[in-house]
């Protein structure tokens, strides 16, 4: 929506707002056996206990999960506020800040504040040299895959709630932890090629994260790529991308370093009404849900004589939709992986069982009822199986309204 | 009755100025929105305010039990932290500090009122002839600090004035609206259903361009209380006969006015109540508003009813509860005279806000037993049986040409358990919150207001104990 133009300066403003109702419900998180190192849902407020005879909590069973909330959905209520300016020849300057804020309070605290998350702030330089942009915006690692699951899937909807707790504030995640790796909004410079034939390469050098917990030093930013291949027609368009990261991290006060590193690739399609899309990712010490984060899962237990070796993840996702006039008919598949170490089958390290694998199933329709408000019912199952034997499946029944601008 | 000569003098200037409002029949000036773009179908405003207010607060300190060996049950008073941070504590024979005497508060802040600045936007958009959507989104941010550095609690920080922190805005406020002669559909954050119509007479009539008492949020796990130290806003009369509405995330339709009178059910999402011992909810929770109104020349009418239901549950538990609330009143104007009351009631309702944790809802010491069949072993469980809470409130305001002077009054109650009495030599509860209130506001202009008020806050606690605190707030507003 612009604003006002007035030469050589417009600004526009973009945004949404929205509100879900979701009901959770299937089971509370196992206990073990052993101890069980990332994945699942924590339950630990919201556990409907199994009895016991006297009518007393059976704290050896895991129990049900059954909650309602409001929220917000997978992309909270956004205000977006941008500037544009030709500055010579064909170079155009943008710079954009976005602001997001869910709806739901901290652990459902009424009269806490909703903290306002100054999620992306970057400027942009483009023209036929290529796109400069700086500041904070979406990484390229695994931004392909992210793109997906929001296109066909879960941008007016909500999808998984998100680990951490039904209590907890969103937004959701979507297919974000089943075979989707997100991207995230991270600090950085990146340039961007112009496009040779279809294709593009982007070059990003971020600040660096830390796997908070295991390996918390870093010293260097973390170089990032994508490359992508775009082809359009009048009823085709077809986009591949491959993606990569890398990252080293120091354990504080100790003299061991390791490497972060991952790979994502995919594409999506477009053929007429219908739109599919497929990715994955691999590599070490990525978390499951967003890339880099950091996850009990990525590292063995303290005992294991190499130190905190990482463990392997991969994940791989495929989301279709359907237009059907003004109405999308989307389905996903996807699933997450760790692979065990040798020490993790060690007397040592058995202990430990992490998750073995996150496998989420969903489903949405979306009516537009005009270009700005949207109509969603969304549903996803959450499989959660750690070595071991663990398991733990949650559904997710959801429904809301969009508003877009 | 006798009227002493001073009683006289009172009433003679109050008719006085009276006489002179019922000249000047002028309507508060209300803020504007501001027309930034506009379409065929559509246009986008802001909206907003920025103040600043100089806030002096003096009386009692935090009470000392009056029983040795008793506490105090949280979730009343100010300076409530442990140890207290604004104490000045009377002196012992030695000229130390005597923790064993309640002492005194004496604290001059600068800082937001009622509303802090506010950034609003928003659009409206005509979609037919049945169908307009809007949406607005605002952010909210006090002047004052956070002194919470890090993820420290804020119990363990440094006191307000730490100059290098920043502000943590606040998005206070994000709903779309789709509306036509079947009525209206807001979804999002917005102002909840229940208790709205106590919040708006105090906005309306007292505390929209002032400041209040400072019942303010204190952060996760704390219930919101009398605090000088973290930042507002502050809470104009929340607490004292009125429980205050809350922006919640949620949904509700209002129906079209028929014949003045107009429905509004709302669904809201859970409330925790964890520091009251019910920290879970499965279910969301209903509201509704019935209201009335009658707008003729010289002459304005709103009734209203709301009420709440909420289901809650102990975390991992197997106890559940219910929180309820039924909020009533009016607001009147006649001429220069604004006249707002009413007042709530109910179980787990909120002591400051609505349905808003609060450790003096319940008791600690309710419990139920249960009977192993097997073995016949009894064993106790905790029920924090929730204490019925009530409160009525009462605002009067003259508009003057472009002064609005008032005043108010409102008194919260929190009855006591059976268990509590018998609990009473070591726990004293929350028993009463009065506040009397008294306002003026100059408005220089439609955007332009100065604002000046006073609050006595006065707490009572079972066992005897008592703290009375006086507020003077004196700021300047400026609205778009």
């Not at chain 1, 909703?114 to 990484?139: N, P, Q, Y």
């Not at chain 1, 700005?372 to 959660?384: P, T």
Request: net charge neutral; hydrophobic share 35%; aromatic share 12%.
């Amino acid at each position: 929506m612009t604003l006002v133009k007035s030469d050589p300066w417009e600004v526009y403003t973009s945004g949404r707002v929205n509100l879900f109702f979701g009901y959770a419900f299937g089971d509370a998180k196992p206990g073990g056996p052993g101890t069980l190192k990332g994945g699942g849902v924590d339950s630990s407020s919201d556990k409907i206990p199994d009895l016991l005879p006297n009518g007393m909590p059976d704290n050896s069973k895991p129990g049900k999960l059954n909650k309602m909330r409001f929220h917000s959905g997978f992309v909270p209520n956004v205000f977006s506020l941008g500037v544009r300016r030709k500055i010579g020849g064909d170079t155009t300057l943008r710079a954009q800040m976005s602001i997001w804020g869910t709806i739901e309070t901290q652990a459902q605290r009424k009269f806490v504040p909703v903290i306002t998350d100054f999620r992306e702030g970057f400027l942009e330089a483009e023209g036929k040299w290529g796109t400069f942009t700086a500041g904070r915006f979406g990484s390229l690692f695994s931004r392909g895959v992210t793109e997906t699951n929001f296109l066909y899937l879960h941008g007016y909807g909500v999808g998984f709630w998100g680990g951490g707790g039904t209590y907890n504030p969103g937004p959701t995640a979507g297919l974000i932890g089943f075979g989707v790796l997100a991207n995230s909004f991270s600090p950085g410079v990146m340039y961007t090629t112009p496009s040779l034939g279809g294709l593009k390469v982007a070059l990003g050098l971020f600040d660096p994260v830390s796997i908070a917990g295991s390996w918390d030093g870093t010293r260097t930013p973390r170089p990032e790529a994508e490359a992508m291949y775009d082809l359009k027609s009048d009823s085709f368009k077809l986009h591949l991308y491959a993606n990569g990261a890398f990252q080293k991290v120091y354990d504080p006060g100790q003299t061991q370093d390791n490497t972060v590193k991952g790979v994502g690739a995919g594409f999506r399609a477009e053929i007429g009404n219908f739109h599919i899309g497929a990715g994955g990712h691999y590599g070490q010490g990525l978390g499951l849900y967003y890339a880099l984060e950091g996850s009990d899962a990525d590292v063995s237990g303290p005992l294991n004589p190499k130190g905190k070796e990482f463990r392997t993840a991969e994940g791989y996702s495929v989301v279709a939709q359907y237009v059907l006039g003004q109405v999308d008919l989307n389905a996903g598949f996807g699933q997450s992986i760790i692979k065990l170490l040798p020490f993790d089958s060690t007397p040592e390290g058995v202990a430990d069982r992490p998750i073995k694998s996150q496998t989420g199933i969903a489903a949405a329709v979306v009516y537009h009822l005009n270009e700005s408000f949207h109509i969603d019912v969304d549903y996803l199952r959450a499989m959660f199986a750690w070595y071991g034997g663990a398991k733990e499946d949650v559904n997710y029944l959801n429904t809301g309204v969009t508003l877009t601008w | 009755m006798t009227w002493n000569s001073r009683t006289e003098r009172w009433l003679h200037t109050a008719a006085g100025f009276t006489a002179a409002a019922a000249c000047l029949l002028a309507t508060a000036p209300a803020s504007a929105e501001i027309t930034v773009a506009k379409g065929e179908t559509w246009e986008a405003y802001v909206a907003g305010r920025l103040g600043a207010f100089v806030s002096y607060t003096f009386g009692d300190a935090y009470p000392v039990p009056k029983v040795a060996g008793s506490m105090l049950q949280p979730g009343g008073g100010l300076d409530a932290a442990t140890p207290p941070r604004d104490v000045i504590n009377e002196k012992d024979a030695m000229g130390k500090a005597d923790p064993t005497k309640q002492g005194k508060i004496k604290k001059i802040r600068v800082r937001s009122g009622y509303y802090p600045n506010i950034m609003t936007l928003g659009a409206r958009k005509t979609v037919g002839p049945s169908l307009k959507l809007k949406f607005q989104l605002s952010m909210w941010g006090t002047i004052e600090p956070d002194d919470t550095k890090g993820n420290k609690p804020p119990e363990f920080q440094p006191a307000n004035g730490t100059r290098d922190n920043s502000i943590k805005a606040d998005f206070r406020e994000g709903y779309l609206q789709a509306f036509g002669g079947w009525g209206s559909f807001t979804g999002g954050r917005f102002l909840g259903t229940f208790a709205r119509g106590l919040t708006e007479i105090d906005v309306m009539y007292a505390h929209g361009y002032g400041a209040g008492f400072p019942n303010i949020s204190r952060g996760f796990g704390q219930p919101a209380q009398g605090d000088l130290t973290l930042p507002g806003p502050m809470g104009g009369m929340n607490g004292f006969g009125m429980v205050g509405a809350t922006y919640e995330g949620g949904g509700e339709y209002t129906t079209p006015s028929l014949g003045g009178v107009k429905l509004a059910l709302g669904l809201y999402d859970g409330s925790s109540y964890l520091s009251a011992g019910w920290g879970a909810t499965r279910t969301p929770r209903p509201e509704a508003e019935l209201t009335y109104d009658l707008d003729t020349s010289g002459f304005k009418l709103h009734l209203f009813g709301s009420g709440g239901f909420q289901k809650v549950y102990q975390a991992s538990g197997i106890e559940s509860s219910s929180v309820w609330g039924a909020a009533y009143g009016a607001r009147i104007e006649v001429g220069p005279v604004r006249v707002g009351g009413g007042g709530f009631t109910g179980k787990g309702v909120g002591i400051n806000n609505a349905f808003d944790d609060n450790p003096s809802e319940t008791s600690t010491s309710t419990m139920r037993s249960v009977t192993d069949p097997a073995t016949g072993m009894v064993t106790m469980a905790s029920t924090y049986e929730f204490r019925p809470t009530s409160g009525f409130m009462g605002i009067l305001q003259l508009v003057l040409g472009p002064v609005d002077i008032g005043g108010g009054i409102g008194l919260t109650t929190i009855s006591q358990l059976a268990a509590d009495k018998t609990a009473a030599a070591t726990l004293s509860t929350l028993k009463s919150q009065t506040g009397i209130t008294a306002e003026a506001t100059y408005h220089v202009n439609e955007s332009l207001h100065l604002g000046l008020d006073f609050f006595n806050g006065a707490y009572k606690w079972t066992g005897g104990e008592t703290q009375k605190l006086n507020v003077i707030n004196g700021g300047v507003t400026v609205t778009f």
